[in-house]
Structures are given as structure tokens and as C-alpha cells.
T-cell receptor, first 113, second 116 residues
Framework: SAVISQKPSRDICQRGTSLTIQCQVDSQVTMMFWYRQQPGQSLTLIAT?????????ESGFVIDKFPISRPNLTFSTLTVSNMSPEDSSIYLCSVRPGFGGYTFGSGTRLTVV | EDKVVQSPLSLVVHEGDTVTLNCSYE??????LLWYKQEKKAPTFLFMLTSSGIEKKSGRLSSILDKKELFSILNITATQTGDSAVYLCAVVRNLLSGAGSYQLTFGKGTKLSVIP
């Protein structure tokens, strides 16, 4: 299965600033997925990132708030822009390496103060 | 709207107990059901179930799917403190938009606490 390196592991940010989260996969994958997990909640898909095309955002998430880059088949970034305390969550990237379950990165715990 | 409901939401047991976690779902174009263990941040993959009635087993953990009644269970026998975690159920469905397009819907999870 794929191994995903995600960073930063955690950060505490001031409201109004932006944070970029990076995910590096040890193999080439077509699609990468970005999730948010708010405190006490389940995982919610933010967007799907395909290499060479615009990311596809789920209802309730917009590109201006969560811009995504996918420059190649092993790397993606998610930026959380103009942060507010409501953005405090765990952010996770995920891939589906071939047949089988989805693999997740180690997660980024974001606290906005 | 797709729904994945897990029960119970939380559970406290003593070491050595056996637990059963439940996951029921309502999705269109069902493809598979996944179980994950989440200890800190990253969910760790446990099982993928696609066929009814076929038990998947890994050590003390086992899981089975009932596609007629739309549910799955995850069993943990002889629980240990290291089993303490949130267990997530996710259902994968096929999207009509294109071949190989899938969507995951997660349940809220069951928080299991195993006390010595």
C-alpha cells in the first residue's frame, strides 16, 4: 500500500492568516482526496485533486477558501485561507492505491486562535 | 442523501471483553464498505468488505457485511487497552460520472475505551 507523508503535523495559527498543508505519496496516484474532521465529527470530503486539472470541490467548500494544487502524480497541497476559529480541525489527505482500502496521511491538527 | 450510521457512539469495556460495533448504511450504487481504526489523527485501514456473508478476519478483529439488511459489524475479541480508539465505518459508492469514480461517506465513528 502507499505511504503518505503529510506536513505539518500540527500548527496554531492566528485568525486571518493562511496555512498550506502538503502531502507526498511514495507512488504515483491519479486522484488525491482532502478531508476535514472537525472536533467530535466524522471525516468530510473537501475536494478531489486530479493532476493537471482543477480540483473538484464538494458542496459547502469553495476554491477561494481551500485552494488545492496538484503539480504531479505524487504531490498535492491544500491551503486553508483567511482562517477563523471554525477552521480548527484535523485535515487529512488520502489516496486509493490500486485495489483495496484508501490510505490516509498522518493528518494535520490545525488550531486557529 | 447517503447515510452511514454507527452505533454505539461510545463504549467502555474491560480488558478481555468482546465487543461488537455496528454500521448501517443507505447509499446508492454501493461498491464496498471499509472499516478504519483512528487512534490519533490518521485512520488506519482494517477491512474492505464487498460481498455479503464472507467474514474478514485479522487476529482478534473480524468483520462481516450483510448487503440485504444494509449493515456491517466489527467484532473485537479479548480486547486490550491498545484497542482503545475511534472505529470508523465508510461506504464507497460508484459515481455515475465516470469509470473508476468513487465517493466515500463516513459514519461518525464509535469511540471504544478499554480499561485494564
Amino acid at each position: 500500500s502507499a505511504v503518505i507523508s503529510q506536513k505539518p503535523s500540527r500548527d496554531i495559527c492566528q485568525r486571518g492568516t493562511s496555512l498550506t498543508i502538503q502531502c507526498q505519496v511514495d507512488s504515483q496516484v491519479t486522484m488525491m482526496f482532502w478531508y476535514r474532521q472537525q472536533p467530535g465529527q466524522s471525516l468530510t470530503l473537501i475536494a478531489t485533486a486530479n493532476q493537471g486539472s482543477e480540483a473538484t470541490y464538494e458542496s459547502g467548500f469553495v476554491i477561494d477558501k481551500f485552494p488545492i494544487s496538484r503539480p504531479n502524480l505524487t504531490f498535492s497541497t491544500l491551503t486553508v485561507s483567511n482562517m477563523s476559529p471554525e477552521d480548527s480541525s484535523i485535515y487529512l489527505c488520502s489516496v486509493r492505491p490500486g485495489f483495496g482500502g484508501y490510505t490516509f496521511g498522518s493528518g494535520t491538527r490545525l488550531t486557529v486562535v | 442523501e447517503d447515510k452511514v450510521v454507527q452505533s454505539p457512539l461510545s463504549l467502555v469495556v474491560h480488558e478481555g471483553d468482546t465487543v461488537t460495533l455496528n454500521c448501517s448504511y443507505e447509499v446508492t450504487n454501493f461498491r464496498s464498505l471499509l472499516w478504519y481504526k483512528q487512534e490519533k489523527k490518521a485512520p488506519t485501514f482494517l477491512f474492505m468488505l464487498t460481498s455479503s456473508g464472507i467474514e474478514k478476519k485479522s487476529g482478534r478483529l473480524s468483520s462481516i457485511l450483510d448487503k440485504k439488511e444494509l449493515f456491517s459489524i466489527l467484532n473485537i475479541t479479548a480486547t486490550q487497552t491498545g484497542d482503545s480508539a475511534v472505529y470508523l465505518c465508510a461506504v464507497v459508492r460508484n459515481l455515475l460520472s465516470g469509470a473508476g469514480s468513487y465517493q466515500l461517506t463516513f459514519g461518525k465513528g464509535t469511540k471504544l475505551s478499554v480499561i485494564p
